[in-house]
T-cell receptor, first 113, second 112 residues
Framework: NAGVMQNPRHLVRRRGQEARLRCSPM?????VYWYRQLPEEGLKFMVY????????ESGMPKERFSAEFPKEGPSILRIQQVVRGDSAAYFC???????????FGDGTRLSIL | LAKTTQPISMDSYEGQEVNITCSHN???????ITWYQQFPSQGPRFIIQ???TKVTNEVASLFIPADRKSSTLSLPRVSLSDTAVYYC?????????????FGSGTRLLVRP
């Protein structure tokens, strides 16, 4: 029973490029959460999605960032026109129900040159 | 400001019991309290979750007072491999808004 799978594990982009981060939730989970973590800091909530719907995007910057969780396929976090400040580890978590424990992937480490 | 508070770091020795407390004054009425362990370059790993009173599993206990404004993670007889950062995760309600908030983390160092 595979856990939450994130890819790529590491992603390098130049300023102005687009970054696409993918997350496949645990089997049977329809709730997906994205978090961002800067070095030596805690995780900051970005967005919560439930199959095809964005439930809460209050933690996501209004510009350049978007997220989706289509009916088929993984959840995608997209960052357009990346800047140096976007460098961070991005973690995805999934749960079966909103109040059930979230299970995390091992993250995508995004580096902006 | 909706937030949680944890000690920045704690030191312990192998075999001791470690208690880490998280304060969350504005916890949402229906929300659970969840604790995670994180090692470098890995995602947070679920430890335990509770709503009130006491919850125990094979690795930890979670104590939650009646007012639910704090919670204490208890790790019995820690070992060197328990050296990690520990986070609480709660849903906080401020006015009409709701936010999922991770604590800032407690860095636990277990010494031989």
């Amino acid at each position: 029973n595979a856990g939450v799978m994130q890819n790529p594990r590491h992603l390098v982009r130049r300023r102005g490029q687009e970054a696409r981060l993918r997350c496949s939730p645990m089997k049977g989970h329809s709730h997906v959460y994205w978090y961002r973590q800067l070095p030596e800091e805690g995780l900051k909530f970005m967005v919560y999605l439930q199959k095809e719907n964005i439930i809460d995007e209050s933690g996501m910057p209004k510009e350049r960032f978007s997220a989706e969780f289509p009916k088929e396929g993984p959840s995608i976090l997209r960052i357009q026109q990346v800047v140096r400040g976007d460098s961070a580890a991005y973690f995805c978590a999934s749960s079966g129900q909103p109040n059930q424990p979230q299970h995390f992937g091992d993250g995508t480490r995004l580096s902006i040159l | 400001l909706a937030k949680t508070t944890q000690p920045i770091s704690m030191d312990s020795y192998e075999g001791q019991e470690v208690n880490i407390t998280c304060s969350h004054n504005n916890i949402a009425t229906n929300d659970y309290i969840t604790w995670y362990q994180q090692f470098p370059s890995q995602g947070p790993r679920f430890i335990i979750q509770g709503y009130k009173t006491k919850v125990t599993n094979e690795v930890a206990s979670l104590f939650i007072p009646a007012d639910r404004k704090s919670s204490t993670l208890s790790l019995p007889r820690v070992s060197l491999s328990d050296t990690a950062v520990y986070y609480c995760l709660v849903g906080l309600r401020m006015d009409s808004s709701y936010k999922l908030i991770f604590g800032s983390g407690t860095r636990l160092l277990v010494r031989p």
